[in-house]
């Protein structure tokens, strides 16, 4: 008889005690929830408090906007008639090309000029 009460009362420490780690392992989730939803109310606030000045200038946003997309049409012609005579040909393989040249011309030293040289002595003293 005694045993049996014993046991029962062993039990019953065992299983208040994995309520009672069970019960803390919930209660400091909970307590880490709560401050990130405290910090995140204060970023909510603070987005909130940075909007209120630009509220009033989203109607003139959406106008300007509104604007813009209505033009959008006239542009897209526009380019289009722009880039139907730059497209693209290739060169047949067969062709000949021209020799390479700079894009800029002659290439011409403006360190000989600074100093006063003249590589075809015009202007030298």
């Known amino acids: 008889m005694t045993t049996l009460v014993v046991l029962s009362v062993v039990v019953i420490v065992a299983l208040v005690a994995v309520l009672a780690a069970y019960l803390f392992i919930v209660g400091s989730q909970l307590t ?3 401050g990130k ?16 000045p630009i509220a009033p200038g989203v109607a003139h946003i959406n106008h300007t906007g509104g604007v ?5 049409p006239l542009l897209f012609n526009m380019a289009e008639g722009i880039v139907t ?25 403006r360190l000989t000029e600074a100093v ?3 590589p075809d002595g015009a202007g030298s003293s």
């Open 37 to 52: 939803l405290e910090e995140c109310a204060e970023t909510v606030w603070t987005i909130k408090a940075n909007a209120e």
């Open 68 to 72: 813009v997309a209505g033009a959008l």
């Open 116 to 118: 006063g040289y003249r």
């Open 32 to 34: 880490r929830v709560a």
């Open 85 to 109: 005579g730059a497209t693209y040909e290739p060169t047949p393989e067969s062709a000949q090309r021209p020799p390479a040249r700079p894009a800029m011309g002659t290439r011409r030293s």
